[in-house]
């Protein structure tokens, strides 16, 4: 097998939380139009991210990666840093 399979979503999100150990929570913002108004609103969600070497911090930018589950809530993993607070 030479090619892999890349349908894992890569979203991009600014880290909310850094408490957890080896876990960052990230909200993720997206654009949806409104049905009756047609006027775009901004719809965000928070989800948990697994960042092994704990290099996270609050405010830090980040692009993260859809992958296998690693615990109850951990569904993705960290890829990098764009923005490093501080």
């Known amino acids: 097998m030479t090619e892999e399979k890349t349908s ?3 979203l991009q999100g ?3 939380s850094d408490k957890m150990q080896k876990t960052i929570v990230v ?3 997206r654009r949806v139009k409104h049905k009756l108004y047609q006027k775009f609103i901004t719809r965000s969600t928070k989800v948990h991210v697994h960042d092994p ?9 980040v692009v993260i990666q859809e992958t296998r589950p690693i615990s ?4 993705w993993k ?4 764009l923005d490093k607070t501080g």
């Open 72 to 75: 109850k809530t951990k569904f």
């Open 53 to 61: 070497e704990e290099q996270c911090s609050i405010g830090d930018k």
């Open 78 to 81: 960290l890829l990098n840093i």
């Open 8 to 10: 894992a979503r890569i």
């Open 14 to 16: 600014i880290v909310v």
């Open 27 to 29: 909200k993720v913002d």
